[in-house]
C-alpha cells in the first residue's frame, strides 16, 4: 500500500485528489476517486488531514486483511497457517485490484501449496490505463513487491502498518511486543 510516496496533492496540510500517471484521480495512497461512495468523494473534496487520512487508509487495510482470510479459506481450511509477510502481499494486491477469489484463483492455490514460483509468476499486477484504454502490466509495482512487499522465500520484514494490524497474541507469540 505504498502508492504515493511522493505524498501528491498533500496542499496546505490536507490531501485532495490528485491525476496519477495513468490518468486516474487517487487521494493519499491510492484511494481512486471512481470507486468511491458520493458521500466519499463529497467529504475528500473538503480534503483530508494526515490523521484523517492515516484513520481511512487503515481502516481500509483492516477491511482487506479480512478479506484476505475469507479468499484464503476458499483454498485452505488453515489460512491461519500463511504468514504475515505473504498475507501482507496479498493484501496489497486485495486493496489495488479487487477480489483475489475471482481475480487470482491461481494464486491462491499456489499460497494454499506453497508453490514459491507459481506465487511470483501469478502476483503480477495489471491496471486500467485510462490514457491507453487498455490493461497494462505495472512492472514498478510488480518489482517494488518482489523486492520489498511480497516475501515469499524466508519470510522477511513486514511493514509498520501491517505490524500494527496484528493482534497483541501474535506480538507476544513471536516477541514483537
Known sequence: MRENPENKGFT???YYYYQTTNGNWDIGP???????????NKRAARGFT???MNAEVMQRAKDTFVQVDKALKTVTQFPDTVSPQIKEGLADIRYQTGPLVSNYPKLLKA???GN??????ESKVYFWDNKKKAMSFDKKRF?????ENFHYRNGGH???KVLRLLSKD???INHLA
Open 12 to 14: 496546505n496540510g490536507k
Open 30 to 40: 491510492g484511494v481512486d476517486k471512481a470507486k468511491q461512495t458520493d458521500a466519499f
Open 50 to 52: 494526515p490523521t484523517e
Open 111 to 113: 499460497v494454499a501449496t
Open 116 to 121: 514459491v514460483k507459481d506465487m511470483a509468476n
Open 143 to 147: 518489482d517494488t513487491r518482489m523486492k
Open 158 to 160: 513486514l511493514s509498520r
Open 170 to 172: 501474535f506480538r507476544t
